[in-house]
């Protein structure tokens, strides 16, 4: 009988242990998911709408996930919320995690012959907006039931994001060093130096290093692969991207375009950028001619590579065979 009991109690812990295993585990990969559908609407209805919950079982979760570790993750203020320093932190965490998880998902469905699944792609802006949009319309057409999601950042960003397991593939401009990515050409493109249609560079035949260096330029961030690239043309013909008069720095290739459009300066963007303005009459090419350069894809080297990966890569580069060249007009002099 004390044997029966003994056994009984060591059942019944057993038993208990682990119920108490799964409640911790059980709540971590759903808060995580609620977590970043809040943090990305910065609202507690929408998220809970977007995810089919109640809003009541939303707001739960983030509490019992701020409750359990201390931590306030959302401020509310008024009737909206926003995320706190720690929730910032948490974010770029939680999204890792969740497409580590949409990974794993992939490996097991793509094993249906591409019939369903998800390819994660992020592209720097001029890749995003003028190359990489027909190579997906290709895959769409070719694997219906794959979706596709696009992120676009700079060549920095792309790079971080194929580093961290948030994308599989990362297109860029330019070249990253970096140990743990893997870095094959896909394209070429062809950047120039463009002014405003009344700028008095729009008028000369030949410029000089001197005049690169007097001139008024505007620029893209730190980080962007059209910027990259210019600095390296500049530095192998002596100068120093902090010799030349930068009187702007903007976030995208389309705001830069406008402000030389309005007569702030010069830039170097794509020719493939470039090209409607020219055409318009809006900007001038200047008799500068810059290297090409390569696009490049990056894939981690210690990460599987799905199906679904290979077959999109499969068709830049059929599009691409025969040199890669240009994926622009030539708008050189």
């Known amino acids: 009988m004390s044997c029966h009991l003994t056994q009984a109690k060591v059942s019944v812990r057993y038993s208990l242990h682990l119920i108490s295993i799964e409640m911790e585990i059980a709540m971590t990969l759903e808060q995580v998911r609620i977590f970043v559908a809040v943090a990305e609407r910065q609202h507690v209805t929408q998220a809970a709408r977007a995810l089919n919950l109640a809003q009541s079982a939303t707001s739960h979760a983030i509490g019992a996930l701020e409750t359990r570790h201390d931590t306030k993750l959302f401020n509310r203020v008024g009737r909206g919320i926003e995320l706190t320093d720690a929730g910032h932190l948490f974010l770029a965490s939680a999204k890792s995690i969740l497409a580590r998880v949409e990974a794993a998902e992939l490996t097991l469905n793509e094993f249906g012959g591409l019939k369903r699944g998800m390819l994660v792609v992020q592209a720097s802006q001029t890749i995003a907006s003028y190359w990489l949009p027909r190579h997906l319309v290709a895959f769409r057409q070719a694997y219906p039931k794959i979706e596709i999601r696009l992120a676009i950042g700079n060549t920095a960003q792309v790079a971080a994001a194929v580093e961290n397991g948030t994308a599989e593939l990362g297109f860029i401009e330019g070249v990253v060093e970096n140990e743990h990515l893997a870095s094959t050409p896909v394209a ?146």
Do not use: K
């Not at 062809?190 to 700028?199: A, N, R, W």
């Open 188 to 333: 070429r493109d062809q950047l120039v130096v463009v002014v405003g249609p009344d700028h008095p560079w729009g008028r000369r035949d030949q410029l000089t290093l001197g005049d690169l260096m007097d001139g008024d330029w505007v620029m893209r961030e730190p980080g962007s692969g059209t910027r990259l690239a210019f600095e390296d043309d500049l530095s192998q013909l002596g100068i120093e991207i902090e010799s030349l008069r930068i009187q702007l720095e903007l976030p995208s290739n389309e705001a830069v375009r406008a402000a030389v459009e309005a007569g702030l300066g010069a830039t170097a963007i794509s020719a493939s950028v470039a090209a409607p303005s020219l055409e318009a009459g809006l900007l001038q090419q200047v008799a500068f001619r810059l290297p090409e350069r390569e696009f490049h894809v990056l894939q981690h080297r210690e990460r599987y590579r799905s199906r679904a990966a290979t077959a999109l890569l499969n068709i830049t580069a059929r599009s691409s065979s025969g040199g890669r060249r240009n994926m622009q007009p030539d708008l050189t002099h």
